[in-house]
């Protein structure tokens, strides 16, 4: 079965420090992955997507992810913390009925 | 053009009582998503339809949750006999599964579900 584990429910850096946001999943399919980020009082929006090719994806916010299949992880990374990156960012994968299962999420403080 | 709309914004109900909620997605979108936010849960998936295929409830928590989805179009999530730890934001997402789209979700805004 597909799964999707992000690990930490909240992570805190300093403002100027890299962010690493976990993500491991299993997936019987060739898998889609998915950053998304949800912004206090806001609706979730895609920041950053892998489908096939380039296993190093790039996304909004100057945010980026590498897909390592021998791995399985999608870790979504940023050189350098910006007060508004402070968010809950979710991971997802796509199963083989074409859902889409999210992890938990993990909650980002930008510390000053 | 149009995104993904639910309404209403906000309910707020009394215990035992029903509610539906709605959800309209992207025009021609095939897939549509039900999913659950409580505080500190995450996103906890509740049910997903796409095209004609029978729908995907492994996700509704109890039998006092259904959901339809009308001329493949607009949905509505229906509870029965609210309790009150059916309070959360309840968020509709939909998408074109499958093709070029590799199933980006867009989701709506979300409803807000209290229950007194």
């Known amino acids: 079965a597909q799964s999707v584990t992000q690990l930490g429910s909240h992570v805190s850096v300093s403002e100027g420090a890299l962010v690493l946001l976990r993500c491991n999943y299993s997936s019987s399919v060739p898998p889609y992955l998915f950053w998304y980020v949800q912004y206090p009082n806001q609706g979730l929006q895609l920041l950053l997507k892998?489908?096939?090719?380039?296993?190093l994806v790039k996304g909004i916010n100057g945010f980026e992810a590498e897909f390592k299949k021998s791995e399985t992880s999608f870790h979504l990374t940023k050189p350098s913390a910006h007060m508004s990156d402070a968010a809950e960012y979710f991971c997802a994968v796509r199963a083989r009925d074409d859902k889409i299962i999210f992890g938990k999420g993990t909650r980002l403080h930008i510390l000053p | 053009g149009a995104g993904v709309s639910q309404s209403p914004s906000n309910k707020v109900t009394e215990k035992g009582k029903d509610v539906e909620l709605r959800c309209d997605p992207i025009s021609g979108h095939t897939a549509l998503y039900w999913y659950r936010q409580s505080l500190g849960q995450g996103l906890e998936f509740l049910i997903y339809?796409?095209?004609?295929?029978?729908?995907?409830k492994s996700g509704l928590p109890s039998d006092r949750f259904s959901a339809e989805r009308t001329g493949g179009s607009v949905s509505t999530l229906t509870i029965q006999r609210t309790q009150q730890e059916d309070s959360a934001v309840y968020l509709c997402a939909s998408s074109l599964a499958g093709g070029r789209s590799y199933n980006e979700q867009f989701f709506g805004p979300g409803t807000r579900l209290t229950v007194l």
């Open positions: 892998y489908t096939t090719g380039a296993t």
């Open positions: 339809f796409q095209g004609n295929s029978a729908p995907d």
